[in-house]
C-alpha cells in the first residue's frame, strides 16, 4: 500500500487547512486510516483515525477543531483543521491500517503562525 498526503502549507492562527492523502495498491476491505503529526523536538502522536465505516476518533487537544472524514471510492483520508493554533504545527503523517500492516505516508508540513 502506497499513501501520497497533500495540502499542507502557512496558514494564520485562527485559519484553516485540509488535508488529503490517497491510498493505492492492495486495499483491505476493512481498514482504519489516520493522522498523526510530530512537532519539533517531540516525539509523533495521534490526531485521530476513522474506520472504514466512516467511525472517527479524535486525540484531546484536536477534538472540537479537527474533522476526519474519508472516501472509501476513492480510498482517500482527508483531515479539516479549523481554529489552527501555534502549537498544531507540525509534520503530518497519514497511515493505513489493513490486514495486519500498517503503512505511512510521506508526510507533509502544517505551519501555523502569523
Known amino acids: 500500500v502506497q499513501l501520497q498526503a497533500s495540502g499542507g502549507g502557512l496558514v494564520q492562527p485562527g485559519g484553516s487547512l485540509r488535508l488529503s492523502c490517497a491510498a493505492s495498491?492492495?486495499?483491505?476491505?476493512?481498514?482504519?486510516m489516520g493522522w498523526n503529526r510530530q512537532a519539533p523536538g517531540k516525539q509523533r502522536e495521534l490526531v485521530g483515525s476513522?474506520?472504514?465505516?466512516?467511525?472517527?476518533i479524535y486525540a484531546g487537544p484536536v477534538k472540537g477543531r479537527f474533522t476526519i472524514s474519508r472516501d472509501n471510492a476513492k480510498n482517500t483520508v482527508y483531515l479539516q483543521m479549523n481554529s489552527l493554533k501555534p502549537e498544531d504545527t507540525a509534520v503530518y503523517y497519514c497511515?493505513?491500517?489493513?490486514?495486519?500492516?500498517?503503512?505511512w505516508g510521506q508526510g507533509t508540513l502544517v505551519t501555523v503562525s502569523s
Open positions: 476513522i474506520t472504514r465505516g466512516g467511525i472517527p
Open positions: 497511515w493505513y491500517d489493513g490486514s495486519g500492516s500498517k503503512y
Open positions: 495498491g492492495s486495499i483491505s476491505s476493512s481498514n482504519i
